[in-house]
């Protein structure tokens, strides 16, 4: 399904699996990746992802929602782009399902997301002995006050699109590109079955996550697994890496760069690490 699948259990084995992806694709920063915090979750959008419901089909509902949205945008948010495609941007990154997908060029960013993405579940220390049996002694397990061990229900993963072989590359446009219409075909997309689109940076959060977006042939297309290497983070090794990570600095405060990004990190490292995750 995907071009190669590795799993890995470090953040060192982490790094080496994408050093050696960029090395094939002969590239040290041409690839994209993308962070998921359960490995079996597919590369949909948020809008292919939408439930079913009885108040209209997927499309006409988007365009409603995005109607509304671009009206009222202006009293929460000065944008400066006219252009639809940024305000879709917007939209999508403060939660509104859109046919974009969000990808970063920073491979740390995207492990941020997979790691920070993960669920866990308590379960009392004297009922874990069955469970522990999967971990080693480099793994590390998170035990609150309450004697309850933080358990990951899955594993999380990365997804990397590298450039084509002889140092070709997918197709990139820019806002003034794209059609007019956010809901129509995007003809650059046709060949791969999706093309990258690189936004008028609107935020600092966009920045500081070296973002960007894949946008679909079709407004309900998902990325074709075909055109992505999936690297595995073992869930046993979860919370490991992301403790390596906040070792080395990243964390929300980098990714998000903002208030809210430092006081997240705050909130892990003074009060509670693992027991403020999603338990």
Not at 99 to 122: C, E, I, M, N, T
Not at 137 to 158: C, K, L, Y
Not at 199 to 205: C, F, G, I, K, T
Request: proline letters at 4%; charged letters at 20%; one cysteine or more.
């Amino acid at each position: 399904m995907y071009k190669t699948t590795v799993v890995v259990s470090s953040l060192t084995e982490y790094i080496d699996a994408v050093k050696k992806l960029n090395k094939e694709s002969g590239t040290v920063h041409g690839s994209v990746y993308r962070g998921q915090g359960n490995a079996n979750w597919e590369l949909m959008t948020s809008l292919a992802r939408s439930p079913k419901t009885r108040s209209g089909d997927l499309i006409s509902r988007a365009t409603k929602a995005f109607r509304k949205f671009n009206a009222e945008r202006h009293a929460y948010h000065q944008l400066s782009s006219h252009n639809d495609w940024d305000v879709l941007a917007l939209a999508q990154h403060y939660g509104m399902p859109t046919r974009l997908l969000d990808w970063s060029l920073s491979p740390l960013v995207a492990l941020f997301f997979a790691l920070d993405g993960v669920r866990y579940k308590r379960i009392p220390l004297i009922e874990s002995a069955g469970l522990m049996a999967d971990y080693n002694e480099n793994d590390t397990i998170p035990v609150d006050m309450d004697n309850r061990v933080g358990v990951v229900e899955n594993d999380a993963a990365v997804y990397v699109v590298t450039p084509r072989g002889q140092g070709g590359d997918h197709t990139w446009v820019e806002t003034n590109a794209l059609p007019e219409d956010v809901f129509s075909n995007v003809p650059d997309a046709r060949e791969d079955g999706f093309c990258f689109y690189t936004p008028n940076y609107m935020n600092d959060r966009l920045r500081s996550q070296s973002g960007l977006f894949s946008i679909g042939y079709e407004v309900e297309d998902s990325f074709p697994a075909s055109e992505a290497h999936k690297i595995i983070i073992k869930k046993q090794s979860v919370a490991t890496l992301f403790s390596e990570l906040l070792l080395m600095n990243v964390g929300s405060k980098l990714v998000y760069g903002d208030l809210e990004g430092l006081c997240k990190d705050l909130t892990f490292s003074c009060f509670g690490g693992f027991a403020t995750r999603n338990l």
